[in-house]
T-cell receptor, first 114, second 116 residues
Framework: DGGITQSPKYLFRKEGQNVTLSCEQN?????MYWYRQDPGQGLRLIYY???????QKGDIAEGYSVSREKKESFPLTVTSAQKNPTAFYLC?????????????FGEGSWLTVV | AQKITQTQPGMFVQEKEAVTLDCTYD???????LFWYKQPSSGEMIFLIY??????QNATEGRYSLNFQKARKSANLVISASQLGDSAMYFC?????????????FGKGMKLTVNP
């Protein structure tokens, strides 16, 4: 089935460590996004990418990095520079050609700093 | 800048009744899209309905309809015949085209509880 796969579902990180969250989609979508959600809050955009080898900062990019080497993959690295990384992370993708106007989300990854 | 406002922190509705979830927005872009997503306790974001700013008719998807009032900058979600499975967080979002890119801005959400 087509969809967006995020892994791992749950991740624990020690302070000072970098961790990478995986996001893979087989929907042939051009654009991909990473959002952060804190408890009781809406989603905030971290990074987004419209095409391979190109990405832009969102509203809260500090302490995060991404890459887009393949159309299907958009991994997010939470670096040690991110001061408060404990949150729920959602990856999304969107088809930017044709009539597609819907952004679809993965099931999310819970990151906890211990 | 784009902004989405959802002022209802939570609502309760009886099963089989209709409910309206409020959403107002602010943008200077002439072309934009409005979305509603449902987030159950499992965390996944489920797309419900989309309304384009130039669409003449209000969007409908099954039991969901979007009451789009462009002049008032509101995009309320109406759920008809509520079901117990509708209990979840609901988020209103707006996508605008900025310099050829597209970002989706979310409201803070509201919690809907459907009572039997």
């Amino acid at each position: 089935d087509g969809g967006i796969t995020q892994s791992p579902k749950y991740l624990f990180r020690k302070e000072g460590q970098n961790v990478t969250l995986s996001c893979e989609q087989n929907l042939n979508h051009d654009a991909m996004y990473w959002y952060r959600q804190d408890p009781g809050q809406g989603l905030r955009l971290i990074y987004y990418s419209q095409i391979v080898n190109d990405f832009q900062k969102g509203d809260i990019a500090e302490g995060y990095s991404v890459s887009r080497e393949k159309k299907e993959s958009f991994p997010l690295t939470v670096t040690s520079a991110q001061k408060n990384p404990t949150a729920f992370y959602l990856c999304a993708s969107k088809k930017t050609t044709g009539s597609g106007n819907t952004i679809y989300f993965g099931e999310g990854s819970w990151l906890t700093v211990v | 800048a784009q902004k989405i406002t959802q002022t209802q922190p939570g609502m309760f509705v009886q099963e089989k009744e209709a409910v309206t979830l409020d959403c107002t927005y602010d943008t200077s872009d002439p072309s934009y899209g409005l979305f509603w997503y449902k987030q159950p306790s499992s965390g996944e974001m489920i797309f419900l309905i989309y309304q384009g700013s130039y669409d003449q008719q209000n969007a409908t998807e099954g039991r969901y309809s979007l009451n789009f009032q462009k002049a008032r900058k509101s995009a309320n979600l109406v759920i008809s015949a509520s079901q117990l499975g509708d209990s979840a967080m609901y988020f209103c979002a707006m996508g605008s085209l900025q310099g050829g890119s597209e970002k989706l801005v979310f409201g803070k959400g509201m919690k809907l509880t459907v009572n039997p």
